[in-house]
Protein backbone atom coordinates (compact mmCIF):
# COMPACT_ATOMS: atom_id res chain seq x y z
CA UNK A 1 0.00 0.00 0.00
CA UNK A 2 2.82 2.68 0.85
CA UNK A 3 4.73 1.99 -2.35
CA UNK A 4 1.22 2.48 -3.96
CA UNK A 5 1.15 5.42 -2.10
CA UNK A 6 4.44 6.82 -3.46
CA UNK A 7 3.98 5.78 -6.94
CA UNK A 8 0.55 8.08 -6.74
CA UNK A 9 2.51 11.19 -5.32
CA UNK A 10 5.24 10.88 -7.46
CA UNK A 11 3.03 11.08 -10.58
CA UNK A 12 1.10 13.43 -9.19
CA UNK A 13 4.13 15.71 -8.84
CA UNK A 14 4.92 14.91 -12.86
CA UNK A 15 2.13 15.54 -14.11
CA UNK A 16 1.36 18.64 -11.90
CA UNK A 17 5.28 19.71 -12.74
CA UNK A 18 5.15 20.94 -8.90
CA UNK A 19 9.12 20.50 -7.91
CA UNK A 20 10.48 21.84 -4.70
CA UNK A 21 11.55 25.31 -4.79
CA UNK A 22 15.23 25.93 -5.21
CA UNK A 23 16.70 29.09 -3.08
CA UNK A 24 19.80 31.07 -5.10
CA UNK A 25 21.37 31.82 -1.64
CA UNK A 26 22.73 29.72 0.88
CA UNK A 27 19.20 27.98 2.80
CA UNK A 28 19.23 27.69 6.40
CA UNK A 29 17.61 24.00 6.85
CA UNK A 30 17.35 24.73 10.84
CA UNK A 31 17.06 28.70 11.04
CA UNK A 32 17.19 30.71 14.57
CA UNK A 33 16.50 33.82 15.44
CA UNK A 34 18.35 36.28 14.52
CA UNK A 35 20.29 38.03 18.00
CA UNK A 36 18.17 41.33 18.41
CA UNK A 37 20.34 44.45 18.51
CA UNK A 38 19.50 48.35 18.10
CA UNK A 39 21.26 51.17 16.59
CA UNK A 40 20.38 54.45 15.40
CA UNK A 41 18.57 54.74 11.99
CA UNK A 42 19.04 57.79 9.38
CA UNK A 43 16.54 59.62 10.92
CA UNK A 44 18.21 59.35 14.30
CA UNK A 45 15.82 57.26 16.12
CA UNK A 46 16.69 54.26 17.37
CA UNK A 47 15.29 50.82 15.41
CA UNK A 48 15.68 47.50 16.95
CA UNK A 49 15.98 44.46 14.55
CA UNK A 50 13.04 43.15 16.42
CA UNK A 51 10.61 45.50 15.49
CA UNK A 52 10.99 44.92 11.75
CA UNK A 53 9.23 41.19 12.12
CA UNK A 54 6.66 40.86 9.57
CA UNK A 55 8.33 41.49 6.92
CA UNK A 56 11.01 39.53 5.24
CA UNK A 57 14.58 41.63 6.25
CA UNK A 58 17.20 42.04 3.43
CA UNK A 59 20.08 42.71 5.99
CA UNK A 60 23.45 43.92 4.63
CA UNK A 61 26.27 45.50 6.49
CA UNK A 62 28.12 48.02 4.36
CA UNK A 63 29.41 51.72 4.23
CA UNK A 64 28.91 54.90 2.33
CA UNK A 65 32.26 55.09 0.96
CA UNK A 66 32.87 51.43 -0.54
CA UNK A 67 33.79 52.18 -4.00
CA UNK A 68 32.30 49.17 -5.82
CA UNK A 69 30.45 46.11 -3.63
CA UNK A 70 27.92 48.15 -1.77
CA UNK A 71 26.36 50.41 -4.54
CA UNK A 72 26.52 47.49 -6.91
CA UNK A 73 24.60 45.57 -4.11
CA UNK A 74 22.35 48.21 -2.75
CA UNK A 75 21.41 48.85 -6.70
CA UNK A 76 20.68 45.07 -7.26
CA UNK A 77 18.62 45.04 -3.86
CA UNK A 78 16.50 47.99 -5.63
CA UNK A 79 16.12 46.60 -8.32
CA UNK A 80 14.78 43.11 -7.11
CA UNK A 81 12.16 45.58 -5.20
CA UNK A 82 11.15 46.98 -8.65
CA UNK A 83 10.82 43.79 -9.94
CA UNK A 84 8.68 42.10 -7.39
CA UNK A 85 6.05 45.47 -7.96
CA UNK A 86 3.33 45.97 -5.31
CA UNK A 87 4.50 42.62 -3.21
CA UNK A 88 7.95 44.70 -2.19
CA UNK A 89 6.20 46.88 0.32
CA UNK A 90 6.30 43.40 2.26
CA UNK A 91 10.13 43.46 2.14
CA UNK A 92 12.21 45.63 3.79
CA UNK A 93 16.67 46.23 3.21
CA UNK A 94 18.42 47.37 6.25
CA UNK A 95 22.24 48.13 5.93
CA UNK A 96 24.25 48.31 8.76
CA UNK A 97 27.17 50.84 8.46
CA UNK A 98 30.89 49.34 9.31
CA UNK A 99 32.11 52.60 8.80
CA UNK A 100 30.59 54.34 11.90
CA UNK A 101 33.60 57.53 11.50
CA UNK A 102 31.84 58.43 8.82
CA UNK A 103 28.62 56.80 7.96
CA UNK A 104 26.53 59.70 10.44
CA UNK A 105 22.64 59.55 10.10
CA UNK A 106 22.32 62.06 7.79
CA UNK A 107 25.24 60.55 5.52
CA UNK A 108 22.97 57.34 5.60
CA UNK A 109 19.96 58.98 4.55
CA UNK A 110 21.50 61.43 1.52
CA UNK A 111 23.56 57.86 0.51
CA UNK A 112 20.10 55.73 0.63
CA UNK A 113 18.05 57.80 -0.96
CA UNK A 114 19.98 57.49 -3.73
CA UNK A 115 19.22 53.90 -3.82
CA UNK A 116 15.29 53.60 -2.56
CA UNK A 117 13.64 55.73 -0.34
CA UNK A 118 12.28 52.89 1.85
CA UNK A 119 15.74 51.29 3.37
CA UNK A 120 16.78 51.62 6.53
CA UNK A 121 20.55 52.70 7.50
CA UNK A 122 21.68 52.12 10.84
CA UNK A 123 24.72 53.19 12.61
CA UNK A 124 26.16 53.33 15.81
CA UNK A 125 29.48 52.69 17.81
CA UNK A 126 32.40 50.40 16.72
CA UNK A 127 31.15 48.31 19.78
CA UNK A 128 27.63 47.98 19.03
CA UNK A 129 28.05 47.39 15.39
CA UNK A 130 30.66 44.71 16.03
CA UNK A 131 28.35 42.96 18.33
CA UNK A 132 25.34 43.04 15.35
CA UNK A 133 27.67 41.55 12.88
CA UNK A 134 29.29 39.27 15.11
CA UNK A 135 25.80 37.70 15.73
CA UNK A 136 25.09 37.30 12.40
CA UNK A 137 29.07 35.74 11.36
CA UNK A 138 30.00 39.24 9.42
CA UNK A 139 33.79 40.43 9.34
CA UNK A 140 34.40 44.12 8.53
CA UNK A 141 38.13 45.71 9.33
CA UNK A 142 39.23 48.90 8.52
CA UNK A 143 42.52 49.32 6.94
CA UNK A 144 44.44 51.92 5.30
CA UNK A 145 43.72 52.88 1.54
CA UNK A 146 45.22 55.79 -0.72
CA UNK A 147 46.13 59.16 0.01
CA UNK A 148 42.69 59.70 -2.19
CA UNK A 149 40.56 57.85 -0.30
CA UNK A 150 42.31 57.47 3.17
CA UNK A 151 40.93 54.17 4.68
CA UNK A 152 38.76 51.62 3.37
CA UNK A 153 36.74 48.85 5.21
CA UNK A 154 37.13 45.15 4.49
CA UNK A 155 33.75 43.49 4.84
CA UNK A 156 31.50 40.78 4.01
CA UNK A 157 29.06 41.15 1.05
CA UNK A 158 26.70 39.21 1.76
CA UNK A 159 23.08 40.02 2.03
CA UNK A 160 21.38 37.97 4.95
CA UNK A 161 17.35 37.14 4.72
CA UNK A 162 15.29 37.07 7.79
CA UNK A 163 11.90 35.68 7.47
CA UNK A 164 8.91 37.26 8.97
CA UNK A 165 9.75 35.91 12.58
CA UNK A 166 13.38 37.29 12.38
CA UNK A 167 14.87 34.27 11.63
CA UNK A 168 18.27 34.01 9.27
CA UNK A 169 16.58 31.97 6.40
CA UNK A 170 18.64 32.49 3.35
CA UNK A 171 22.38 34.19 2.87
CA UNK A 172 22.60 35.64 -0.47
CA UNK A 173 26.22 35.82 -1.85
CA UNK A 174 27.66 39.04 -3.89
CA UNK A 175 26.30 39.23 -7.09
CA UNK A 176 23.35 37.64 -6.69
CA UNK A 177 21.05 38.45 -9.76
CA UNK A 178 18.38 40.51 -9.07
CA UNK A 179 15.96 38.62 -10.73
CA UNK A 180 17.09 35.66 -8.24
CA UNK A 181 16.46 38.01 -5.18
CA UNK A 182 12.99 38.27 -6.08
CA UNK A 183 12.20 35.14 -6.65
CA UNK A 184 13.33 33.93 -3.33
CA UNK A 185 11.65 36.61 -1.75
CA UNK A 186 8.35 36.09 -3.35
CA UNK A 187 8.18 32.36 -2.36
CA UNK A 188 9.24 33.46 1.35
CA UNK A 189 6.45 35.63 0.97
CA UNK A 190 4.16 32.63 0.35
Known sequence: MRILLLLLAVLLVTLTGCQPYQYHGLLLDSPTQAANFTLTSQSGEPVSLSELRGKPVLLYFGYTFCPDVCPTTLSTLNKALEIMGKKADDVQVVMV????ERDTPQVLATYLSNFNPSFIGLTGTHDQIASAATGLGVFFEKHEGSAATGYLVDHTASVMVLDREGRLRLVLPFET??????????????
Open 97 to 100: SVDP
Open 177 to 190: PAEDIASDLTQLLK
